[in-house]
């Protein structure tokens, strides 16, 4: 019987979090009411406050599990055994797929006009993030797979202000969508580490 209860639970708790999910990537983080994410999920409004304090620890969740699953994707792409550039087409691939399911509103709110409670977890998750690719570059760099010569702090700093690229009027401008600048600044990253001769689509 308590096996059924924990089920339950962790039923209606996923059904919140899916429905978040749907509706923040639709509408953005600021738009969706708690209202709706429970009319979406088929639960009261109790039953969301038993697992969540309020929308921003929702999102706080959900980025954290979104941050989780692109990170495992990211390990086992890394994992394949398969050349350094088809590697970055994987993972340029699975950037794409992920971008397209955002909406431009949901973009803005992570990176354009963030809450500030949402703002600290991205740049908490980006550290994460970016201690690990940069580990991963570097071994890569020893085996010849990117360009020996590229200085590590350039990556950083490159990685670092991607965010800030994100937000840059100039540069959105040039693009039809916040999404297709992400993908640009994406293909820009992985496409440059690679040695001469290597980086074709």
């Known amino acids: 019987m308590a096996g059924v209860k924990k089920y339950r639970k962790t039923l209606k708790k ?14 953005g983080l600021k738009r969706v009411t708690v209202e709706e994410i429970c009319r979406t999920a088929e639960v009261s409004k109790m039953t969301f406050y038993k697992y969540f304090k309020n929308k921003i620890e929702l999102i706080k969740h959900l980025l954290n599990q979104i941050f989780s699953e692109q990170m495992d994707e990211y390990r086992e792409i890394m994992k394949k055994d398969i050349p350094y550039t088809e590697k970055v087409k994987h993972m340029i691939q699975a950037k794409d797929e992920r971008t397209k399911t955002l909406s431009q509103e ?29 580990r991963d570059l570097q071994k890569a760099s020893e085996k010849g797979d990117i360009r020996q010569n590229i200085k590590p702090e350039l990556i950083l700093y490159f990685l670092n202000h991607m965010r800030e ?8 401008h040039i693009y039809s969508s916040p999404n297709e600048l ?14 001469a001769g290597n980086n074709e689509k």
């Not at 996923?14 to 509408?27: H, M, P, Q, S, T």
């Not at 990176?111 to 940069?134: F, T």
């Open 106 to 134: 949901f973009i803005n709110d992570l990176y354009k006009n963030p809450i500030p409670e949402i703002a600290e977890l991205i740049e908490k998750l980006k550290v994460d993030a970016i201690g690990e690719v940069l």
């Open 14 to 27: 996923d059904l919140i979090v899916k429905a978040a999910e749907l509706l923040f990537n639709r509408y």
């Open 182 to 195: 992400i993908m640009e600044l994406t293909n820009f990253f992985f496409y440059g580490v690679l040695p």
């Open 165 to 172: 690229m994100v937000k840059e009027e100039k540069l959105s």
